[in-house]
């Protein structure tokens, strides 16, 4: 296991089933991007493929069968309250399956029953976008 630091993307699928590209998705996802390469490579030495992406450097998925908590000091915060970019910490472990050889180990986030999975250092508050009425939609 290992402690990481790393910032937060697409909160809602930590309570959320991302059923987008595959309707039978029964598990939560948390997309943890921008770790450090000083951690990223602890996260390799476990076998765990770092991806590179256009919106994060050294990013990993972590999937549970059960919801991410994420928390300050003072509670729980909502995943639809947190948006890209909030800072956290916590400690990641990994589980190896019948793909491991191909795509690496399974990242996992590790968290007691009842404590949070994601401790906040710095919370971006999630802003949604105002739809525009139908009438202001340009062409």
């Known amino acids: 296991m290992v402690k990481i630091k790393a910032k937060v993307f697409w909160a809602r699928w930590m309570n959320e089933h991302n059923t987008q590209y595959n309707a039978d998705n029964k598990k939560y996802e948390c997309t943890l991007g921008d770790i450090s390469d000083e951690d990223a490579q602890k996260l390799e030495d476990m076998g765990i493929k770092i991806k590179q992406k256009n919106f994060a450097k050294n990013v990993i998925v972590c999937k549970s069968n059960f919801p991410f ?3 300050l000091p003072q509670g729980e915060v ?3 309250e947190i948006g890209n970019g909030t800072e956290v ?7 190896t399956h ?11 986030i590790v968290a007691k029953k009842g404590d949070p999975s994601l401790n906040i250092t710095k919370l971006v508050t ?3 976008e105002e739809k525009l009425a139908d009438e202001e939609i340009p062409f």
Request: hydrophobic share 45%.
């Open 89 to 95: 910490e916590c400690i990641i472990s990994f589980y």
């Open 69 to 71: 908590i994420a928390a």
């Open 126 to 128: 999630y802003v949604p």
């Open 78 to 80: 909502k995943a639809m």
């Open 98 to 108: 019948k793909m491991s050889k191909m795509h690496g180990n399974a990242p996992s």
